[in-house]
């Protein structure tokens, strides 16, 4: 869905400029959680090893190396969870995120102001939402929602933005001058990647389809209310509530029921 009505597109700019002046100012980011290599790449500093408990501030990016991940938390309870291979740092004094290259679970409590993560390619608007963005500047950037919505802007292009809502994704190229519209996430003969850890909220039955669902090595997928997620994969690459283990990913909370096949999905229309 494109919004190429230009005093719509300044209205919205303008509501978004208020709530973000209301909303708490990022000024710093805990280290919570590292597994494997893990550096903080200070602006005038030589990089060091990461651990817990470190503090983040602007002019400090983290970045993470091949099978590794680490979390950062932020004092109004932002979350953002970084994969292998990510860099990653923030703005101190706003609410402005940078994705350099990677991938990354985002966090953001209702109420708590919103945020903006951008990459070279795309910037995207937050607001009480939980979203996974991967960007690698010789090759896409994807955005897939699983909570609230985000809006999703190109730079340099006025009016050019896309309103993703949870259940859905969008992948563009870097270069991309316009955006297709969001389609459904992950689609009849996608793949469902969890490289972070994540927690599904809300008290609603989770659905999760895809023809391959993975849940990389170590992350744990936490599904909140009281009712198990429903897979529907052919192929379940984790380990428990019926997957192949052939991955050490699994869920926790309410947990998952056995997978059907993909066929067997309700519609997302």
């Known amino acids: 869905m494109f919004f190429g009505v230009r005093g719509f597109f300044i209205l919205g700019a303008i509501l978004a400029a208020l709530a973000c002046a209301k909303a708490t100012e990022l000024k710093e980011a805990r280290v919570t959680q590292i597994i494997h290599e893990?550096?903080?790449?200070?602006?005038?500093?030589?990089a060091r090893p990461a651990v817990v408990n470190d503090s983040v501030r602007d002019g400090t990016a983290v970045r993470t190396g091949v099978e590794s991940r680490t979390e950062l938390m932020f004092p109004d309870a932002t979350l953002a969870r970084l994969g292998a291979n990510t860099i990653f740092s923030f703005n101190e004094g706003t609410r402005n995120l940078e994705l350099t290259d990677g991938?990354?679970?985002?966090?953001?409590?209702?109420?708590?102001?919103?945020?903006?993560?951008?990459?070279?390619?795309?910037?995207?608007?937050?607001?009480?939402?939980?979203?996974?963005?991967?960007?690698?500047?010789?090759?896409?950037?994807?955005?897939?929602v699983l909570e609230g919505t985000v809006r999703i802007f190109l730079p340099g292009?006025?009016?050019?933005?896309?309103?993703?809502?949870?259940?859905?994704?969008?992948?563009?190229?870097?270069?991309?001058k316009n955006l297709s519209n969001p389609?459904?996430?992950?689609?009849?003969?996608?793949?469902?990647?969890?490289?972070?850890?994540?927690?599904?909220?809300?008290?609603?039955?989770k659905i999760i389809a895809g023809n391959t669902v993975n849940l990389f090595n170590g992350v744990v997928v936490t599904v909140g209310g009281n009712h198990p997620a429903s897979v529907f994969t052919n192929n379940a690459n984790y380990s428990g509530f019926g997957g192949n283990g052939s991955r050490t990913g699994t869920f926790g909370g309410a947990g998952a029921n056995n997978p059907l096949p993909l066929n067997q999905a309700p519609s997302f229309d």
């Not at 990354?104 to 009480?128: D, E, F, Q, S, W």
């Open 103 to 144: 991938a990354m679970l985002l966090r953001v409590p209702k109420n708590a102001g919103g945020a903006k993560i951008n990459t070279a390619a795309v910037t995207a608007a937050i607001t009480g939402t939980t979203v996974m963005l991967e960007f690698h500047k010789n090759s896409y950037v994807k955005f897939i």
């Open 38 to 46: 893990v550096k903080l790449l200070p602006n005038a500093a030589p």
């Open 183 to 205: 389609v459904d996430s992950p689609g009849s003969n996608g793949t469902v990647n969890f490289v972070a850890d994540v927690t599904l909220g809300g008290a609603s039955t």
């Open 157 to 176: 292009h006025v009016g050019e933005s896309v309103l993703v809502r949870a259940g859905q994704m969008l992948i563009a190229k870097p270069d991309a």
